[in-house]
């Protein structure tokens, strides 16, 4: 990687800066061609890119690690990743939750080496130094003899912190010091993530531990698609409408397609697809009804947005949210998307077996682990106060669905490392991402002013916002 | 004499806890039953692997956690796995995978073979009812990897005699890695 008159080390401390450039000479802010909407391929395996990304997005934005009810007592911990770095959950006596890295300050060990579990001290079992569920020091065996030291005070020997935010339960942590609340990060975007995340008193749960597997590909495969690719349902997704969970199949191939139709909204590289509820009571009810003449209340009460499963969970919903989220509810409630720049959602109605519509909520992350491997973690929820019998049929139904076996996810996670294998080549490595589908701003009456909207057929306005965020991050932060 | 092995260890060396096995012949039949079931399935023979499912069948692969030796009791999730099925919905997924052509997680099809071993079996409380655990040993090799993924398994069934042969009542598949190694299971354990 060295240059002819520098070394690595120098190397590197360019591409930290702004506008940096490859060692082949290639200035990052060339992968990219802002007028045509296009993203070299290259980016999809490229090694130096990705210790880029680790510094430049991972190591400064605030990152998704979990969900409260995961750690609900205290003492309770579970261990996660932060880009490559592993780091400790863990709910102090007080109810705090604090994040650390989970490397002994003494010689680099793993202080955890199990994934989760309770302990209200933290013991490194190389020589012992003990920290609490906050991180901080309690001590090293031999407390007399100075074990750590006489150089620097306990309060210095704790284990790094990171900052820790909550928002509705899910568990956010950063590095960067100088980061604004998380609410920034979001942006407008936070209207809609409220809608998801919010709208009952008792708020979410994990329904279980969540999954994990291994992708070969490149963390951006899954990061871009979650943006907003309404497109690859179409095809990739196929089969769906061919078993009849997708609705229709004959309507797929005419020009109005119903899961395609409804309101993208993107800020800052977050993005969510709003599906069209019309479409949705359509497909999945069919009870003939004229959906588009009811009223929101009507809507609402035919159509409650996923997770809402009885008419108290409706009732807490119009209580928290404001009317124009209600609005946004019953005309195309969000459903599919991200979180810049690694989490993917999905919240999907799921016909039954008994006919009836359920619903899941599935919330991934997608951890870096090399320029051409990620961890999938899937995490399934519901709203605490559903009731236990149905929790149950969430809980299969999701899975069915999403994740590990999903009838639908398990088609993406097949997709990907293709895309990171064809970016090795000489050839392939030149190619580009092309997001030329443009649609443009269109916020149809009523909706509320919030983000960029685009309503209509899911085209490639949102992911385009994923990578213009990418963009500012990598190029000129 | 003296130096038996309960003398010299450093601790009371508890007996085997395990309860006695069935006889050996309807030991063999079940394990043809197993291998049954493997050849089916590598043999990409999904529409004809459904007769060997009980209707009431549960199909479960918990979630697993590394926890530390006092907590393993719970290092297998009871509730959320990375698949959970019964009959209808496995029916769906070999509906996809055989029926529609656009089945992409398995099409092309992965390579795979299960090898299937260490089989014990032991009578329940039910009549023609059996509880049997089996080693798997499963490789997946797809499209252009030079590769295989592993997946290596204990596979807890019941099984329930149907006549001459064997239904599949209950399978729980305790994989032995915590962080699953291949992009899906698209393929059946």
Redesign the interface.
Known sequence: MATQNGNANEDYAMLRKANPVLSDGTPIADLFNLETREVSLSTMYDPELYRVEMDKIFAKVWLLLGHATEIPKSGDYVVRHMGEDEVIVARDRKGEIHVSLNVCPHRGMHVCTAESGNAQVHKCIYHGWAFRPDGSFVGAPLEKEKMHGDIYPKEKLGLKKARVQLFHGLIFATWNEEAGPLEEQLGDMKFYYDIMFGKTHGGMEVLGPPQRLTIPANWKTAGEQAACDGFHTLTLHRSQFDIGNFGNISDTMEEFVPIMQGVNVADRGNALRCISAATTFASVIGSGEDFNKMSDDERLAKLPPPGIVNAQLLAEMKERLSPEQLHVCAVAPPQVGNMFPNVNLLFIYAPLPDGTLGSGYVVHTINPRGPDKFQWITWFLCEKDTPEEVKDIIRAVAVQTGGTSGLIEQDDSDTWPHMTEAARGSWGRTETLKYQAIGGVNRPEGWPDKANVYAGLSKDDAQWHWWLQYHELMVNK | MSNTAEKIAPFEIPPISLPKPTDSITHYQIQQFLHLDAYLLDHHLLDQWLNILAPDLRYF?P?R????RK?RDSEF?T????????F??IA??V??LV???????EDPASRVRRFVSNVSVWETDVTGEYDVISYLLLTRN???QEDYTLLSAERHDRVRRKGETFELVRREVRMDQ?????????IFL
């Open positions: 692969v979630v956690q590394t926890k530390e907590d999730s509730k959320l796995g990375h698949m959970d099925d019964n209808q919905s769906l997924r509906h996809r029926n529609t052509g656009t089945a992409w997680s797809r499209f252009y915590s962080v699953l190694g291949m992009p899906n299971l698209a």
